[in-house]
């Protein structure tokens, strides 16, 4: 069955340093990923989208790469900040293109 | 408007009654997504529109779930005979064309007790 894996549910760092959180897929080949964020008691909110066709995408601090050949995309955010605190969940378009399925999360804290 | 909505913000119910759960997507936005979300937990996929057809609804868990949606606009999602477990924030998302970014409602918060 197709399958989505954050291999982190927790991932504490320092601010200043650079977060890295990892997304593995399973048994499809998806056209494309996103990566969403989510704070306590509220709905998540769409950060990027990368393409099969695209190794690597950027939006101010965050970098996402997708790796198909590994079935994985990194999601890195760079001199990371208390504020990037956060639930953050990788989503796949599942084979048939009838559902966005997503990753159960990573929840990154990042101390002062 | 300006997002996606989702009324009533928050649903306290007796076991077994039934209650009607609304989503008022993005104008415009042909895909509808219901999403629940049980406390610390992720995303459960519930079901999918494109436009006011559902292809898939193997994500509903039960036959007391149901949900449509009308005038390529407004989706209600259904649940009857409410059970302790269905206690959940039950999320909606709406998309332009389904393979692009999804927009989040703030969701609705439902307590069965």
Request: charged letters at 20%; a neutral charge.
């Amino acid at each position: 069955s197709q399958k989505i894996e954050q291999n982190s549910e927790a991932l504490n760092i320092q601010e200043g340093k650079t977060a890295t959180l990892t997304c593995n897929y399973t048994n499809y080949s998806p056209a494309y990923l996103q990566w969403y964020r989510q704070d306590p008691g509220r709905g998540p909110v769409f950060l990027l989208l990368i393409r099969e066709n695209e190794k690597e995408k950027r939006k101010e601090r965050l970098k996402v790469t997708f790796d198909t050949t590994l079935k994985q995309s990194l999601f890195h955010i760079t001199a990371s900040q208390p504020a990037d605190s956060a639930t953050y969940l990788c989503a796949l378009i599942n084979q048939a293109g009838t559902a966005l399925i997503f990753g159960k999360g990573t929840t990154l804290s990042v101390s002062s | 408007g300006a997002g996606v909505s989702q009324s009533p913000s928050n649903k306290v119910t007796e076991k077994g009654k039934d209650v009607e759960l609304r989503c008022d997507p993005i104008s415009g936005h042909t895909a509808l997504y219901w999403y629940r979300q049980r406390l610390g937990q992720g995303l459960e996929f519930l079901i999918y529109f494109q436009g006011n057809s559902a292809p898939d609804k193997s994500g509903l868990p039960s036959d007391r779930f149901s949900a449509e949606r009308t005038g390529e606009s407004v989706s209600t999602l259904t649940i009857q005979r409410t059970q302790q477990e269905d206690s959940a924030v039950y999320l909606c998302a709406s998309s332009p064309f389904g393979d692009t970014e999804a927009f989040f409602g703030q969701g609705t918060r439902l307590t069965v007790v």
